[in-house]
């Protein structure tokens, strides 16, 4: 059991914004504190509590994680659920990847039935979820081709090894080779030794330098520094998040992603979009590229395709799918019949006009319902996002707010530097919920000035 806050609501009127006021009145809510179980279809299989959970990790487990004091045992739609059976509402998506939320009927029976017929044969052989689905991003993207991965960071592996590849094939006799990269300010890319060059954080990368020499970091949104750099012929690929998640929520604009498309095109360097987070439906668009009308040459993926379990992706054009060879490049479990069929169940999901179409005005309320709501405090710099990748940039650490959120039953994330609140919901999420998260930001945020 454990403290749900249910709300007593009378109507009340508000003189906001219009998108707002034509969708819904809203409610004046008073707290009540009522102690719940978790539904059964939802009740943890484990007899351990939380603590014993929290303790054997501590035993057990390499200390990489500064976890959540939160042990999750279960979840169904948008709610989560810990061992003693408290109810948290899941404004994380497990950092952006349960795109579908929690126990979605049809990606259940997509994964129960594979897993029945068949999990895993290598890539020494051909299988029908896996062809079936390349066909599938191919159909719904720029790309002519896909090369599978098993998360983010080996997408992203993928795609500076293709870039290093491309040069060497359009360019055989040059006697110095092209092999140096841009990357941005507050990048992420991931954490193996190549995604980690790339990935502007020096906390991320000191540790275990030397990383991947040839990357130059610029100012995300330099046009002249970035057109200047490509045009000296020294640079394979150009990196950049079209959104940035784990930087800070922070959007490209036309002009910049323009410019490297050009730049690209004149030098022969290749443009890679990182949509890791922010692609397959959460900016409101399919690939969030699309809502700048700027087309890559390679674009990796993740996070939500599979609907947590793991995958990755790298979609490339013919051009450089043509310099790839076989050997160039493998893995064992990528695009394994299971993880496939499981991804094939969520793009059928995310592909229709009608569900991009609810997530971006769902986006859209969320962002001005925060800023209505939130706007008045001193510690409220910026609401700002794109769809349902929103952030919260404030004037100090974050951290006070999420703890706050999280003794309230809501999970959010930080990012940026620590100042920003990163809000990444499944993509189904209500209105409703999302009324009740900014209820319980705005309720939480005097924990800024306590511990501040």
């Known amino acids: 059991m454990g403290s749900l806050q249910h709300f007593l609501n009378s109507p009340i009127s508000f003189p906001f914004s219009p998108n707002l006021n034509h969708r ?5 809510r008073a707290c009540l504190n009522l102690d719940v179980h978790a539904p059964e279809s939802v009740k943890p299989k484990t007899h351990l509590k939380s603590r014993e959970v929290m303790e054997m990790e501590g035993k057990v487990l390499v200390g990489t994680y500064a976890r959540n004091p939160v042990v999750i045992s279960s979840g169904k739609g948008c709610k989560l659920y810990d061992p003693e059976g408290r109810e948290y509402l899941d404004c994380t998506s497990g950092i952006a990847v349960n795109a579908l939320g929690h126990g979605d009927p049809d990606w259940v029976k997509a994964v129960v ?5 068949l999990t895993h044969v ?3 052989f051909y299988s029908v979820p896996q062809v079936e689905l390349a066909r599938r991003l191919v159909a719904c993207s720029f790309a002519d081709r896909v090369f599978f991965t098993n998360s983010g960071t080996e997408a992203n592996e993928a795609a500076i090894k293709f870039a290093r590849k491309y040069q060497r094939f359009t360019n055989p006799d040059e006697k110095q080779q092209v092999t140096e990269f841009i990357s941005f300010s507050n990048s992420f890319h991931g954490r193996t030794m190549g995604a980690l060059a790339l990935t502007s954080k020096e906390q991320y990368r000191f540790p275990f330098e030397p990383v991947m020499p040839g990357v130059n970091f610029l100012e995300y949104g330099d046009v002249q520094a970035a057109t200047e750099l490509i045009k000296s012929g020294r640079i394979a690929a150009v990196f950049v998040e079209p959104i940035q998640g784990e930087g800070g929520i922070y959007s490209a604009t036309k002009e910049f992603l323009q410019s490297l498309r050009s730049a690209c095109d004149d030098a022969g360097s290749l443009l890679v979009f990182d949509e890791v987070q922010c692609g397959l439906g959460r900016t409101g668009y399919l690939w969030a590229h699309e809502a700048y009308g700027v087309v890559p ?4 993926l993740a996070k939500p395709l599979a609907g947590g379990l793991p995958i990755g992706a790298a979609l490339v054009s013919e051009k450089v799918a043509a310099a790839i060879k076989y050997g160039d490049h493998g893995s064992t479990f990528a695009g394994g019949p299971l993880v496939c069929n499981a991804a094939i ?3 059928d999901k995310i592909s229709k006009p009608g569900f991009l179409a609810s997530v971006s005005e769902k986006g859209q309320y969320f962002k001005e319902l925060l800023i209505h709501k939130l706007g008045g405090n001193s510690h409220v710099r910026e609401v700002r996002g794109l769809g349902l990748i929103i952030g919260i940039e404030l004037d100090v650490s974050a951290s006070p707010l999420v703890d706050a959120c999280r003794d309230s039953s809501l999970l959010i ?3 940026g530097k620590g100042n920003v609140v990163r809000l990444v919901p499944p993509l189904i999420i209500s209105e409703q919920e999302l009324e009740r998260a900014a209820e319980i930001i705005l309720e939480c945020l005097p924990a800024l000035d306590k511990t501040n």
């Open 297 to 300: 040459d390679i674009m990796t």
């Open 113 to 117: 039935e594979q897993a029945n017929l």
């Open 24 to 28: 819904r009145s809203f409610f004046l």
């Open 345 to 347: 169940a969520v793009l």
């Open 413 to 415: 994330l930080t990012a």
């Open 122 to 124: 290598s890539n020494v």
